[in-house]
């Protein structure tokens, strides 16, 4: 390890992922991106090689701390294989030297698959975009490292590394837990050990065409209003008297709230609520619905105080004294009083993706998507890039159902939309 990289504690929304790890999930997500090219193994190792300096804590593997799980840097490559599929195979996190990411290829695909303590989407994201600039550069298309992605070459910024949640922390202005438990959904009693994806491809400018002219909303907004009525459609179909709200929690990337230009995790849960009393919510109800939650979500003093509430427990005294052997298991018990029960679903948005000079014409598209956790039936990711917009609904359960009624409301809107099955 070099000096310059010495152990850090995992940022305050990482600590959580090592508790909730089960024997048949770990909390993961996935980066990919379709080239017009087979993909050249040997690029492939040497981009991966090349930026193991630049990005530390991404090559980074966890070790307990005596008061926190740390990340150390590694010179063990990550593992990459051949092969797309099976999606989210189970990390090593503590017996292990090799980072906590994986990087796989097959035909024209290359993806990688990194553990959430390590970093969130957005920051992944930069890494991607930095691996695919010298994957090409090794295939001897040259490219920029511009449009989020790093030169090699660079120092790494203490910017870069932080832990920005700490900067938000305020004692004195701290958001309540308080929340009643969601609606759930089971799509029969068969669930696969592997996740089922379903992916569905619209055109960026007919999307943003339609939403202007009949919603004058944001994409996220306009999804999100079809994720809460595709749940509801679910919903009505069941002959129960009580109806458990409908939660769809949305990441906001909070550097685009606060200045940062951390590669860490950091971003912050808006859960939007929708009471499904009446037995007919048009979808404008729903939307205004939606807008008014996720702007009054978006506002800085409110993401202060929830990320203020996440950090006043790890700021306590006893916090500070007990060992994180001790920790380990209150923090599990304390995630799964406030965790899963609380959400239906989410819908996580990269949004649009500006590829690095000269990369264009070898990316055909992006994907996006999350291990599906225990209780939620389904996870919505979705990202764009040229003029491609990819929602991909993962899951444990083989029904299709939910993905298909998402579609018809999107194919109602007048949309065509493409949709592709995976196992």
């Given amino acids: 390890m070099k000096k310059d990289f010495p152990q850090i504690p995992v940022d305050n929304a990482g600590k959580i992922y090592p508790c909730i790890i089960r024997s048949n999930y770990s909390p993961q997500f996935r980066l990919c991106a379709t080239m017009t090219e087979e993909i050249n193994e040997n690029a492939l190792r040497s981009a991966v090689s090349v930026l193991r300096e630049r990005f530390p804590y991404i090559y980074a593997k966890l070790r307990t701390g005596k008061n926190w799980d740390m990340l150390e840097h590694t010179k063990v490559l990550p593992e990459i294989r051949y092969g797309i599929y099976p999606m989210f195979s189970d990390f090593n996190i503590f017996d292990n030297d090799a980072p906590l990411f994986r990087v796989l290829y097959e035909d024209k695909t290359i993806a990688i698959e990194i553990f959430h303590s390590v970093t969130d989407g957005t920051g992944g994201m930069v890494y991607f975009k930095t691996l695919i600039a010298y994957y090409l550069d090794y295939c001897g298309h040259k490219t920029e ?86 749940f509801i459609e679910i919903q009505n179909k069941k002959k129960s008297i009580y109806k458990a709200p409908i939660v769809i929690s949305a990441p906001i990337n909070l550097r685009n709230v606060f200045e940062s230009s951390t590669q860490r995790n950091f971003a912050m849960i808006c859960n939007i609520t929708l009471k499904n009393k009446k037995q007919e919510l048009s979808f404008d109800e729903i939307l205004e619905k939606v807008i008014k939650e996720q702007q009054n979500g978006m506002d800085k003093d409110y993401l202060r105080a929830l990320v203020s509430r996440n950090l006043k427990d790890e700021k306590q005294w006893i916090a500070a004294i007990t060992s994180m052997r001790l920790k380990r298991p209150i923090m599990k018990k304390a995630i799964d009083y406030y965790g899963e029960k609380k959400n239906t679903s989410q819908l996580s948005n990269l949004g649009y993706v500006k590829l690095p000079t000269g990369s264009e014409n070898y990316v055909e598209e992006l994907g996006f998507s999350i291990n599906p956790q225990l209780l939620n039936s389904h996870i919505c990711s979705v990202v764009a890039t040229k003029n491609i917009l990819n929602i991909i609904f993962s899951s444990k359960y083989e029904d299709r159902t939910l993905p298909e009624i998402f579609k018809n409301a999107l194919e109602n809107d007048g949309l065509k939309v493409k949709g592709v099955i995976f196992d």
């Fill in 145 to 230: 490292k511009d449009n989020g992605a790093l030169n090699a070459e660079d120092k790494v910024s203490k910017e870069e590394i932080e832990d920005s949640f700490q900067k938000l922390y305020d004692k004195k202005k701290c958001a309540k837990r308080a929340s009643p438990n969601a609606y759930q959904t089971k799509f029969g009693d068969k669930r696969k050990d592997n996740t089922c994806v379903t992916k569905l491809s619209l055109d960026v400018s007919e999307l943003k065409e339609m939403i202007s002219n009949r919603y004058n909303c944001t994409v996220t907004q306009y999804l999100l209003a079809v994720y809460f009525k595709t």
